[in-house]
């Protein structure tokens, strides 16, 4: 459900033409110089001794849109009549469950008082908090209940930029908003890197640029060279179409740097939808095979060929080199977003039999 929940969201952001956003959210907090190495979605503007700008923007030639937030260090900064947030941030509703990996690296979980889509929540401590009633449901798939959201009335409303079109809705109700993109990134660090946003909104910019270096540091250091005798296609068809990820994508960019070679590399700009019988013919003779998907817990080799018999004919089936993440049970859509060298160590070691794995394994 949650790599369907992920499709639907960037289609629907991929049918919104948006619109340039001047409105901004003002909060007061240490000065801090943050420095963007990989991501393409955002920015900083330091130049100011007053305030630090965030700017938000889009990466992808599909989509305009555009967001801000000022950071101020002074009290001789002027607002005006922007969209201002005098105080610490105490309050969060948030529209996606990756933004919850951030937040928990920032030791920030207890700011969360609504979540859009609460069935996709993994986590132990805020589960607890669901269950004792103090974060609420706000919404799922995309579209939010504005009675549930005005009854937590956050201090910011974290929103995919989908959401653009309404932000005036939110805003007349009082219901400050910010666009976060971080999906959009092409690379695993890249999207790693939204972390030094939410650092600076949080006034945990230290914790964020520690983190943010220790795991580059550790991701760098595995990197692999390509590989073009190991190649691998990904995941399982939805009905008669298979959807190929974009070679360029975070998903894409993080195999080839564990070292395999994407046979479906042409698919440069946007994901590809392709029959199922041009992919068994281009990959059944691959020796590996990556899947991403939601099963049961104990799902099988043998239970993906009782799926489709013809991918017991698949080299990679007959040569047990399928490579699993089960979406239902790993946190790879929430604490994978920050764990992206993690993600990258088992994609190169699940083979050895005595690795233990946490989001990727060898399907046996």
Not at 265 to 272: A, F, G, K, L, Y
Not at 333 to 349: A, K, Q, S, W, Y
């Amino acid at each position: 459900m949650k790599m369907i929940q992920l499709l639907l969201i960037l289609f629907f952001t991929s049918c919104i033409n948006h619109s340039n956003v001047d409105e901004v959210v003002v909060v007061k907090t240490s000065k801090f110089k943050s420095e963007i190495q990989f991501a393409k979605g955002f920015d900083i503007d330091d130049s100011n001794i007053e305030f630090s700008l965030i700017k938000i923007n889009s990466n992808h030639s599909k989509y305009n849109f555009s967001d801000s937030i000022y950071i101020i260090h002074s009290d001789e900064f002027d607002g005006g009549n922007k969209k201002v947030l005098a105080k610490k941030l105490n309050n969060l509703a948030i529209q996606s469950t990756t933004y919850l990996s951030y937040l928990s690296v920032l030791n920030k979980m207890s700011l969360v008082s609504g979540v859009s889509g609460l069935q996709y929540v993994n986590s132990i401590y805020l589960n607890e908090k669901i269950n004792e009633g103090s974060v609420s449901e706000i919404g799922n798939n995309g579209s939010i209940q504005m009675e549930s959201l005005l009854k937590i009335d956050p201090d910011l409303f974290l929103i995919y930029p989908f959401e653009l079109d309404n932000q005036d809705k939110y805003n007349s109700k009082g219901i400050k908003t910010l666009l976060i993109s971080e999906y959009l990134e092409s690379t695993p660090l890249a999207r790693l890197e939204w972390l030094k946003l939410f650092g600076m909104i949080l006034d945990e910019n230290e914790l964020a640029n520690a983190y943010f270096d220790r795991v580059t540091l550790n991701y760098n250091a595995q990197k692999l060279a390509l590989d073009t005798t190991k190649k691998m296609f990904f995941n399982l068809p939805f009905k008669e179409n298979w959807n190929m990820p974009n070679s360029n994508s975070i998903t894409a960019n993080l195999v080839r740097d564990a070292g395999f070679d994407y046979i479906f590399s042409d698919t440069i700009n946007d994901n590809t939808i392709r029959s199922k019988e041009i992919v068994w013919e281009n990959a059944m003779s691959c020796e590996y095979w990556i899947i991403i998907t939601s099963r049961p817990e104990n799902y099988t080799l043998q239970d993906l060929k009782n799926e489709e018999p013809i991918y017991s004919e698949f080299s990679s089936v007959k040569n047990n080199k399928v490579i699993f993440c089960n979406t239902s049970t790993t946190d790879y859509f929430t604490m994978g977003v920050v764990e992206p060298d993690i993600m990258l160590r088992d994609l190169i070691h699940c083979m050895d039999s005595n690795y233990s794995s946490k989001y990727f394994r060898l399907l046996k």
